[in-house]
């Protein structure tokens, strides 16, 4: 394959972080729409829905890292959150996810510049390759001032970068 273009930056703003993210197990989850590069549609299994799960502000990422081994290239996305305060609701947000890790999850992760990105789901690989936990670390801290809750990792590898969601997340 031959390189065709280059690429020419935007001047505008350039911010870090995510403001949402919505998972939907691997099985809920029928297909997405790939018009060009992106994906403006998602198609649901049996009236499969994705769930918004809140974090605490400015504790979320997106991280994608490629390598190259053996003639193949690997894209590792990890997907990290903190989930304030030790709560049964919190315990049961993350146990559902360790539920469904086993199959898998598809996320569909808002950026803070507003763009949306699917995890978890390629199109070389579809759903074989979805999101599952990596892992959960839940303190309650020492002191009174301490932080307190659980910080979750979920993780993918595809063989390909993820793409930008630019339809209606169904939720």
Not at 20 to 29: E, G, K, L, N, T
Not at 58 to 73: A, H, K, P, V
Not at 94 to 104: N, R, V
């Amino acid at each position: 394959m031959a390189l065709s273009t280059g690429l020419t930056l935007e001047c505008e703003a350039r911010s870090g972080g995510i403001q949402a993210i919505h998972f939907a197990s691997r099985d809920s989850v029928d297909s997405f729409n790939l018009n060009g590069d992106v994906y403006d549609s998602a198609a649901m299994s049996g009236g499969g829905v994705f769930y918004e799960y809140e974090f605490e502000q400015d504790t979320g990422e997106i991280r994608e890292n490629g390598s190259q081994e053996n003639g193949s290239t690997a894209q590792t996305h990890e997907l990290e959150f903190f989930l304030p305060k030790i709560s049964t609701a919190v315990r049961n947000a993350i146990q559902a996810l360790i539920d469904c890790s086993p199959c898998g999850l598809i996320a569909i992760v808002t950026d803070s510049n507003g763009l949306k990105w699917v995890v978890g789901y390629s199109e070389t690989n579809l759903k074989k390759r979805p999101l599952k936990i990596n892992s959960d670390a839940t303190l309650s801290g020492k002191g009174f001032t301490d932080l307190n809750g659980s910080t979750v990792i979920m993780q993918s590898i595809d063989s390909e970068k993820m793409r930008e969601f630019t339809g209606t997340i169904p939720v």
